[in-house]
């Protein structure tokens, strides 16, 4: 199994900071990676795909850098709206499909 | 505009069993793979099985391989999942996620609202 230890697992920052979430494969995964946003009673929405590309929609503050085994997950200006727990997701020719665990976002 | 509706939750004893079912509207399903994702708090979000566009190809988290069938239905746009001998760590909410594209092997770009299972004595 592809192994992926995201940190930290929780974070506290003020509005307007920028936050950096890392995210690291046990294994290379080339850039099949997706981070996801997940607000408590709702849905998980994908925020990023092929580890730096931006869903449609989604607001540039969000970015994602990597490649290999270590990859980013930046929001530059951090919005109230923004508190959510925030995973990364492989998803190479392999299964299972694996999410990290998880980094919970206060503001 | 996708739009998943998962149904078929609620409390069960272990060992009993329950079967989900995902509404899907929007895009011509059978064009998509599909997963089941579920979230528990203790241990964030968990893959828990997908089946190819066409039903030819289903893989399963280990955990649940021999008690859990996905499957669906493209001529009722609807994804099951039959979930056999509960165990209490099957408790969470289920969701029914979309591949991007006909395999699996792709970011997940829509999900439901979840339904809840709760195995319990």
């Known amino acids: 199994d592809i192994q992926m230890t995201q940190s930290p697992s929780s974070l506290s920052a003020s509005a307007g900071d920028r936050v950096t979430i890392t995210c690291q494969a046990s294994?290379?995964?080339?850039?099949?990676l997706s981070w996801y946003q997940h607000k408590t009673g709702r849905a998980p929405k994908l925020l990023i795909h092929d580890a730096s590309n931006l869903q449609t929609g989604v607001p540039s503050r969000f970015s994602g850098t990597g490649s290999g085994t270590n990859f980013t997950f930046t929001i530059t200006s951090l919005q109230p709206e923004d508190v959510a727990t925030y995973y990364c997701?492989?998803?190479?020719?392999?299964?299972?499909?694996?999410f990290g665990g998880g980094t919970k976002v206060e503001v | 505009q996708v739009d998943l509706v998962e149904s078929g939750g609620g409390v069960v004893q272990p060992g009993k069993s329950l079967r989900l079912s995902c509404s899907f509207s929007g895009v011509n399903f059978g064009d998509f793979g599909m997963h089941w994702v579920r979230h528990s708090p203790g241990k964030g979000l968990e893959w828990v099985a997908a089946v190819s566009h066409d039903a030819t190809n289903k893989y399963y988290e280990d955990s649940v391989k021999g008690r859990f069938t996905i499957s669906r239905d493209n001529s009722k746009n609807t994804l099951y999942l039959q979930m056999s001998n509960l165990r209490r760590g099957d408790t969470a909410v289920y969701y029914c996620?979309?591949?991007?594209?006909?395999?699996?092997?792709?970011?997940?770009?829509?999900w439901g609202n979840g339904t809840s299972v709760t195995v319990s004595s």
């Open positions: 997701q492989q998803y190479a020719n392999v299964f299972p499909l694996t």
């Open positions: 294994h290379d995964i080339n850039n099949y």
């Open positions: 996620v979309k591949s991007t594209s006909a395999g699996y092997h792709n970011a997940m770009d829509a």
